[in-house]
Each structure stands twice: as C-alpha cells, then as structure tokens.
C-alpha cells in the first residue's frame, strides 16, 4: 500500500514536472529525426520560414520545488516554460546553429554506439566546427540546450558524464564479471567513481557501514582515508572534489538507494560555496533540474556549522568576497533552504567571513576524526 501511495504521489507531482527521459538509442535517434524533419517541414512549406527551436526554461524563474510528502527528500525541478533559440536574431543564431551541430554530432555517436564525455565530443565540435565552438563552455551549453530540446537525458545521447568522484571505505563493488574490490583497499586515492551511469547500474553493493560521510574536498578526503577514519567509524566515505558532477550524484544515490537505513552526513567548508554543494547533492540544480533531480538525496549538514566555530582560531577567519555574498543571496532566494539552514547562512553573512574545514587542524592532524565521531554520537546534524 505504501508503495502505490509514493508512486500516485509522484504522479500528482510529475503533472508540472518537464524532465529528460533515459531512452535507448533508437529511441534517442528518432527524436533527433523527428526534430530534423520538423525543421523542413517549416523551411519547405507553402509558407517557407526557419522555425524557432522550442527549449525548457533551465531558469530560476522556472525553477520549482518538490517537498516529499512520504519521504525525507525533496527536488528541484523545471516546469512547462519555454525559451527559444533564433537563427533570425542575432545574439541566438550562433546557439542556434550549436544545438544542431550537437544534435548532429550525438547522432552520428549513436549510429556508432559509442560513448564519448563532454570534453571529447567538445574537441571533435572544435575540429569540425571551430568557427561556433570556442570554448568547452560553449559547447557545455549546447549540449544543454540539446538535452531540454529534445528532453532525453545526455547519457541517451551518448554522452557520458566526465566524473571526478572518489569513494573509499566499508564498501564491496562488483562490476559485471569483475572480481570483488574492497574500497578499503584502495588507498588514499580512493576507487574512481566511473562516468559511464550504465556500469554504475549494474554495480553490486554490499556494506557493513553505518554512515555514509560525503566530503566536499578532496584534500579532506584523502586525510580521513589517511586516517581510516571508516574503521573507527564504520562507514563509507565520498567526494566529488567540489561540485558534483552527475556520475557521482548517480552513485551517491544509488548507494541511498540499496542502503535506504544509512544517513548520509555532509563535511563541506563553512561559507556559503560549501552549503551550495551539498544542496547540489540534496536538491538538484536548476542548470541540470532537467535530468539532474532523480538523483537527490536526504543529506545532512554534520559540519561545519555555526556551532563549530568557537574551534576555530581566530587567525583562520576569511572575509566572504563578493562572490560568497552572490552565492548565498541566491540560495537565499531559491525557497530551497530549510529554517535552520537559513538561519545558518544567515549568521555567515552577518559575520562576513568564513571557515575551511582545514582549520581545523589546529587541535592537530588526527583531530578530524574525532571531530566527526563527536558529532556522530551527539546526533549533531540537521
């Protein structure tokens, strides 16, 4: 019963919810046929014109939230509202042209069943068509633009997310026909999470962990491996090395998935970039709020807090900068962040300044261990 009121609730809510499907690649090439042959139907018709290409609005304004009724998760998502890109107008003709080049490229990809990540089909759009492709940026948005006109996910396309994800700890994978690797082993590096999110489906997990620990910081991270932090506390411990890419969200989520009793406790630097990150891991992203809001998952802020900083010496304060200050009026407007997240945020901008979880490191090297583990016991995470 309680299964059928998740998926009628899901239903309700999906009313508004525009959202890029996971297709396979005959059905990823028909919709990139049927966009082709949309486009001369209109250039060839008794009234000949070049038709707009209608895309999701990946903006704020079209930006909403899903607060889970039956679950501890919510998400961003993005509704019915279009933008369009313009051959006829002049700041839109060179993404007009991008997003066909694109869908040319993506095509070509899945005919050869391949895949390739963002950075490599940039290179190969830059050989073929450098005059429209400058930058990795550029090409970046495209592929966006490319995903909300078409609405199927990249990966559907062919498209593999580069990851930057590292997992280590109380963790047993099995990739198909592999052996067995214990992410204890593998050393201060951790196992590198792969980009490829078919291979992560059909991963095999076992754990005997207790806590899953997402580290914003790679250097922090090594540190805690370092230390086999997982051993004193039984867990399992993960990073992006910053914002995360889609990759390791689609672990980190398939991990709550098949370890739904497991908390998942955030570790990210005390300023407003940091609180960013794990809201990224927790709610989604706008920019992605297309393909990116399956993936959210019930993370808790274990540190650093308010409540920490009366362990941090004076001399380790930083100033918030201008793009601190940004960051934080936009999660501020964002109807994303709970009161007591607020109320944190907050409390950074009145004190204009912030604290890495390096400082730290003052009551010694071996402190942040313990500095978790405390918090752990007391149930000091919200």
């Not at 005059?131 to 090409?139: E, G, K, P, R």
């Not at 051993?231 to 998935?257: C, E, V, W």
């Not at 370890?259 to 998942?264: A, E, G, N, Q, Y």
């Not at 808790?300 to 941090?312: F, N, T, V």
Request: hydrophobic fraction near 40%.
């Amino acid at each position: 019963m309680e299964g059928l009121r998740e998926s009628s609730l899901t239903f309700f809510a999906d009313q508004r919810r525009c959202c890029a499907d996971i297709l396979p690649p005959a059905e990823a090439r028909a919709r990139i046929e049927v966009a082709v042959l949309g486009f001369l139907r209109t250039l060839t018709s008794g009234d000949p014109a070049i038709s707009h290409l209608p895309l999701i609005n990946r903006t704020s304004s079209n930006s909403r939230v899903n607060h889970g009724r039956l679950t501890d998760i919510s998400w961003i998502f993005l509704s019915h509202s279009f933008c369009t890109r313009s051959l006829t107008r002049a700041n839109a003709a060179k993404a007009f042209i991008r997003v066909w080049k694109v869908m040319e490229m993506c095509y070509q990809i899945l005919i050869q069943e391949k895949k390739v990540t963002q950075r490599e089909l940039y290179y190969k759009l830059l050989c073929t068509s450098s005059q429209y492709f400058t930058s990795q940026l550029q090409a970046n948005k495209a592929i966006q633009d490319t995903v909300a006109l078409l609405r199927c996910s990249r990966y559907s396309l062919g498209i593999m997310a580069s990851s930057r994800g590292l997992v280590a700890g109380r963790l047993l994978l099995q990739e198909p026909n592999k052996e067995i690797v214990d992410c204890c082993s593998c050393g201060s590096s951790g196992y590198p999470i792969s980009g490829d999110l078919n291979l992560l489906e059909k991963l095999l997990m076992k754990t005997d962990a207790r806590y899953i620990i997402l580290v914003e910081k790679h250097a922090i991270f090594q540190r805690l491996v370092d230390d086999h932090v997982f051993n004193q506390i039984p867990s399992i411990l993960i990073t992006a090395k910053g914002y995360p890419d889609i990759a390791t969200r689609f672990f980190l989520h398939r991990m709550s998935q098949n370890f739904p009793h497991l908390p998942i406790l955030a570790l990210v630097d005390w300023n407003p970039a940091g609180l960013a990150i794990l809201c990224t891991f927790k709610f989604g992203s706008i920019g992605m709020g297309l393909e990116a809001f399956r993936y959210a998952c019930n993370v808790k802020w274990l540190g650093l807090r308010g409540s920490d900083m009366e362990l941090i010496p004076e001399e380790s304060f930083i100033p918030l900068k201008p793009k601190d200050i940004g960051i934080a009026k936009s999660l501020m407007s964002s109807k994303l962040l709970q009161d007591k997240y607020q109320e944190e945020l907050a409390f950074m901008t009145e004190t204009g300044r912030r604290a890495e979880i390096e400082a730290l490191y003052f009551h010694g090297y071996d402190y942040l261990g313990k500095y978790i583990a405390k918090k752990i016991v007391q149930v000091d995470y919200i």
